[in-house]
């Protein structure tokens, strides 16, 4: 067997045949994902109680109005099952009397302070007055608001509720002054929907096939899915690439390797342990996603169809990011100093995360085909492509492998070079400066 | 002379402005072991390195096993680094087939096998390095440096970290593979262990070659001026004694250097005179004393630019 088929014999059962390696296996997605689920899970435990909203009603009519609203939301929420409510009900309560002043709000805002009440609310009389068509241009009419007063304003889902029931009730009475219908209201601002469907393709045996409608969150977050599955195989063989090298430092074994086989075999050798390594996450979430789409009754949604460009891509990638991580740490002498090098490193790793969402929307937008053709960001901006679009022009992908393959080239020889100086080098370590002029000089 | 194992021919290395490798000669003759020795930062280590084609020389050539392209040479020698230099989560047994795979070895499991029982470590095979005391990583990391068979055994500190009884294994091991055609080049800070065991002796200090050649050769270069003794007395009388420059005592033994002008006779009877004489030795001094006359902090130099330390050097 060849030197670098050994050492990648190594490299893949020192990267797979650790506790290490399954726990990441689980970890990685509940770290990538786990914002989401977190965010759902939290979502459904809100507080059920009941919030008593103060109301100053400068109207003769809206506190009557708001108050049944309230009650059939109320109602709305109770399960009938359970007869348990799933969100906080709200109880409004009027507070009579003359217009309030600041002392009265001040009193109002320190009964809100003591959790007397959940917050206050104040409509002013002139709500009323605006209930008739204005008799010149209705732009230049005074605009009147009603005011929401809690310790949380802004961010208040109790804000957003009387801002859209108040908005119902007085546009309601306003056409009802007008003298039109609201079931002609409603009729007019029925809008035709635009349905996203997808383009329609010819079969193989000649037929035309349908076009079929595309969810939208389908849409958006399965680009995402493949996005994040291509930087966790990528990153799960970078880093113990990047541990490896510095072990070997640290503990002299690169002094026996370098004197067994040459800097370029050892990184060949350790690049394809790190790929097998890569591939073999990819299988594993591969077949988790499968049974868990056969489950949901989804497995039409999976993309198998960019799956062999996908590899392609995750190859070079993992090529790619590996040979610039083994350059670093066995520039290191820790995993502290390795981290501190890596920084600019992760920032280009990055550059995908924080286009994903317009190069989803563009998917042949000038920053997608840029992206694509930029070594670092290449394989995960073709992947969300390829995810967004079904099919990217054959060029683009011809250029962006070939470049990408170039690159991926260099940065192996370059990664090699540093490797080889920095592994036997003891003491401080390089400054970037000094790194990129081994890379260039050897 | 057989042709050599090693031939270096006016090799330099610098980094930077700091000169490691100073046009250095030496050549290395088959089947003998040849201590490597010299201070810490004197060069060895670089040497080593560009012999296995670790780092590239500036200038020079080295031929090493009859071939310049020395990668091409690689898997016959085996290279012991000085501390560690296995992969601590590995079974010893997996780090080995490694090394073994590494260097092609045939049949690798059994010659595995027959080295771990050899060096009594069988029943640490499936352990993982990092589970094994330091002289039991000692030896493994010896057996990945002989596992390939070498002809020629690169060994740096072979045995430290080791208890008396496996320093005796692993130096008769040496031995034997010197007795079975195996050439070693032996990089060593223990000084009677070089004087034991190595047929030759190339010290290099700054880089330069200073000594070359077998032990009685280079101690054959300095002047009779060292008297080992064991005799009653202590420090203070020894340096009182007329024509003595210097003492060195190891307990009830003491080696004194003496100037180009004392009289052995005379110490001799100053000695009787004080108490008993069990043992008085004029010889050349050991070649612990001429590592230290060497490479000990001198920092006046002679008209030639060498240590003053080395103008005891006769012309043989």
Redesign the interface.
Known sequence: ?I?PL??AR?EYF?LVA?KGFLIGLVIMPVMMMGGIVIARFVEKQTDVGTRTIAVVDGTDWLFDALKSSAEARNAALVDPETGKPSAASYALTRISGPAPDDAARLALSDEVRAKKYHAFLEIPPAIASGLQPPTGDPSSAPRVSISYYAENAALSDVRDWFERTIGTLVTGRRFQEAGVAPRVVQWANAAPPVVPVSLLTRTPDGSIQAAEPVDRLTAIFLPMGVMMLMFMTVFMSAQPALETAL?EKQ???A????????AFEIMLGKLLGGVAGSITILVVYLCVGFLAARHFDVVDRIPFHILPMFLVFQILAVMFVSSIFMAIGASSNSLKEAQGLLMPVWLLIMVPFFTWMNVVREPTGSLAMGLSFFPPSAPMIMALRLAAMGEVPVWEVALSIAIVLAATYLCVVAAARVF?IAM?SQGNTPTFAQLIRWAVRG | MADPVLRIERVRKCFGAHVAVDDLDFQLAPGTICGFIGPNGSGKTTTLRMVLNIIRPDAGTIELLGSRARSTVLSKVGYLPEERGLYRKMRVADVLRFFADLKGVARPRAVIDEWLQRLDLTAWARRKVEALSKGMSQKVQFIAAVIGNPELLILDEPFSGLDPVNRDALRKIVVDLRSAGVTVIFSTHDMPVAEMMCDTICMIHRGKKVLDGSLAEIQGRFAEDTIRLRADGDIAFYRSLPGVNEVNAYGPYAELRLAASADPRRILRALADHGTVHQFEITHPSLHDIFVRIAGPVPDTGSDGQPSAARGVHDS
């Open positions: 067997m030197k050994i050492i190594r020192s650790t072990e503990f002299r074994i002094d026996v390797l370098l004197g067994t086989a040459n080889r036997l």
